[in-house]
């Protein structure tokens, strides 16, 4: 039986999803792209253990701090995939829990298959950091042997983590869920933190191509408050400290047996959790409420343009990947921009832009149009969130041409203002100028339109969102048209330089937009009849 | 009917619609009449919903012509749809609003009168028992013959001339499939015309004026059951023998 769960659990992960040579090639590329991707961490964190040697013995309170902090994070990320893994597919609940399968096995199944994403996190960075110490402290073999087992025991904390953080997880999100107010706001808080620490980081890394000193980043005294913080970093602080040793001593097996232990534990509550929810017993029961009757009833636009943001706000995932993105936006582009603007006053690049004072404009414009197209080819509402009610959209008495533009105008609107916003920004802490500002607003626009046009333009061709033409559209486009604005300001006096350039850039634009209206219009009925969807 | 003038309210001529190359209408030549409870008989897949949405037109077809109310659904689609209620075999809305949001929506849609939707959600709750507080649930919430009685409820909620039910009984208690069956009565006894497929040849035989036998994407037969009711007993074995080979 558990077995058999197993293999089902495992089947559903996308990494083995697809079929015959196409699952070879996708664990050989994720096998070669991950042994990279730590490559590539060793060699930075040498880097990083190089320049902290100034300072004494802050090798040791660095490698505990980060790999403390990624012990955090993976708890963090093991959580909603452990929640994922339980208690999405509601589905599941009534096909296991009237299942013969106990809810050991299916609890065994599932924490199998997290268990292994528990490793993929424990040794693309914990162990990672602990090698790149190793080989700078020039440790022992029996260091990194010490340390593979620790991380193996560190993978096993992860998930004991977060099998009993699920429970809490859970509860709160069945509360928060209840009312939207307090998650949107939740939701914002968790993202506008994202989006500082996504600044520091930036901003830690501009520092660090502009004096390229570590010097810079930290004091005397900061590495002392470091160094002592790093004493009460439990349990990684303990684990580091076994490794260290270069033997297996009673610390070690007393440390193993703690990991066991709280496994089990772990497992034993989870346990009682997953059958009370099995058998209903964790659901809210709904208080009846009040309600006065009132007739609500709108015009044909305004139904549907409620309906699309009903659509675009209702589903979780949609609200955590769309709306967060809308938000994060003015967040990452002024952060981009101001970082970019700053190197490019800086050192040789100074130079080079004094020589070419529109350079630093042109990556300007061509960042914040990548911005606005990775935005909008990961969150357009798009068809496929109709599923079935494709039907009700074919079957009411409304053209399709009018409901499908009022489906691209809510996105379209929303990432206007998200775009306005981040403009915004950028114009009233001088990043650009307003003349700049004006004309952004315009190229900005444009964009968005043209890319929600080609998401619906894909959707009706049932490509998918990564086909040739999105491609093109939202990644080749930006560079096409900035290098096309670049080349005709060459040509004019210096005066009118910037015009031509965000001029011709407009006329690209609004050309592609021309011929991509005339195309989905003459076809747009025949399209949306033939247009199925993932329903059937 | 013979003795009635009868008024063709759905005309389907030399219908025929192909999936890619494959051909799954042929030659569909059907007639309902005003006033009219017709019924639409056959095994899964043999182009039962296909044609449906052909009328509804919700679906391109190869050739043929399709006329409601005497309006070309290819030439005056919108007009047309204005005038049918619609219920697909599974419940089909928007799960994320609540029965009431739901069904101000499709009233909305349809231009209703504030007055006339009152008094139609008024009628179509206590018809379908379906209690003012389960309203103000998400539907996503309601159990499957819940879905199916809103659903339901959004196809009658404008006054259509024309009700088109496929499959309508799947997931309904027997208490709501019998209102169900009184309502399709009335309804049709208003001068409006009731066009519904379905598996349940028993709910079929005891309702409907006519039926339409479809076998492999062709009209087997068409039989009035007013003027002939005895095949109401006979006509679920006529399927039967048909779908076992023995046509009678």
Known sequence: M?????????????????????????????????????ALEVLLYINIFDKVNVYTDFNDALFIILSFVFFIAGIFSLVPITYNAFFKNTKERIILGTSPASTFDIILAKGLNIFFKALIITFSTIFTISLAY???????????????????????????????????????????????????????????????????VLNLFVNLIRNDDIGSLFTVDSVNVLKEISNYLWPIKNVVELAKVNEVNLNFVIFFSFVVFSYVAAIFLFNRYLNDYYEGKTEF???????????????????????????????????????????LEPFLVFS??????????????????????????????????????????????SLLKERNTLLVMKTIPVSYFKQLLIKISVPTILSFISFLVSILALVIFNEISIVDFLFLVLVGALVIVLLNLVSLYNDLKSKSKSSLLSMLISFVFPFAAVALGAVLSLLVEPYLESVVFYLSIIALEIIVILLFIIKVKERVTKLFMKYEGEAR | ?????????????????????????????????????????????????????CVLGSKLFDTGEILVEGLDIKEKPIEVKKMIGYVASEPTCYEDMSG?????????????????????????????????????????????????????????????????????????????????????????????????????????????????????????????????????????????????????
């Open chain 1, 2 to 38: 558990i077995a058999r769960l197993f293999i089902k659990e495992f089947k559903a992960t996308s990494f083995l999803g697809k079929k015959g040579y196409k699952k070879i090639l996708n664990i050989l590329s994720s096998i070669i792209l991950l042994g990279l991707f730590i």
């Open chain 1, 285 to 327: 029961k709904k208080a009846k409420k009040q309600h006065t009757f009132s007739v609500k009833l709108t015009s044909i636009e305004g139904a549907l343009v409620r309906k699309e943001f009903n659509l675009a706000l209702s589903n979780s995932d949609g609200v955590f990947s769309y709306i967060s993105l809308i938000i």
């Open chain 1, 336 to 381: 981009v921009i101001s970082a970019v603007n700053l190197i490019f006053h800086t050192g040789n690049l100074n130079y080079i832009s004094t020589l070419f004072p529109s350079i630093f404009l042109t990556v300007d414009v061509i960042l914040i149009m990548l911005f606005i197209a990775i935005i909008n080819t990961t969150s357009t509402v």
């Open chain 1, 134 to 200: 190793g080989i700078k402290s020039e440790k022992d073999f029996v260091f990194f042997v010490l340390m593979f087992f620790n991380s193996l025991g560190i993978s096993f904390l992860l998930e004991t983590f977060a099998f009993i953080l699920v429970i809490p997880f859970r509860e709160i999100r069945k509360i928060i869920s209840r009312y939207k107010i307090v998650s949107f706001i939740i939701m914002m808080i968790f993202l506008i933190a994202l989006a500082l620490l996504y600044g520091a």
């Open chain 2, 1 to 53: 009917m013979s003795d009635q003038i009868l008024t063709s309210s759905i005309k389907i001529t030399n219908l025929n619609k192909s999936y890619n190359k494959k051909q799954v209408l042929f030659d569909i030549n059907l007639e309902v009449y005003e006033g009219e409870l017709f019924g639409f008989i056959g095994k899964n897949g043999v182009g039962k919903s296909t044609t449906i949405e």
């Open chain 2, 100 to 248: 009431i949001q739901y069904l101000q929506f499709i009233a909305s849609l349809y231009k209703v009168n504030p007055q006339i939707f009152i008094k139609n959600l008024t009628f179509l709750e206590k018809k379908f028992e379906f209690l003012e507080e389960d309203l103000y649930r998400e539907i996503k919430e309601y159990s499957h013959g819940m879905k199916q009685k809103v659903c339901l409820m959004a196809s009658l909620i404008h006054n259509p001339k024309i009700w088109i039910l496929d499959e309508p009984t799947v997931g309904l208690d027997a208490m709501s499939t019998n209102e169900l069956s009184l309502l399709m009565k009335d309804y049709v006894k208003h001068g409006n015309t009731c066009f519904v497929a379905s598996h349940n040849i028993d709910l079929i035989a005891k309702l409907c004026d006519r039926v339409a036998i479809i076998k492999d994407g062709r009209i087997f037969n068409i039989y009035d059951l007013k003027r002939e009711p005895s095949l109401r007993n006979r006509i679920e074995k006529i399927f039967l023998k048909l779908y076992e080979g023995n046509s009678e």
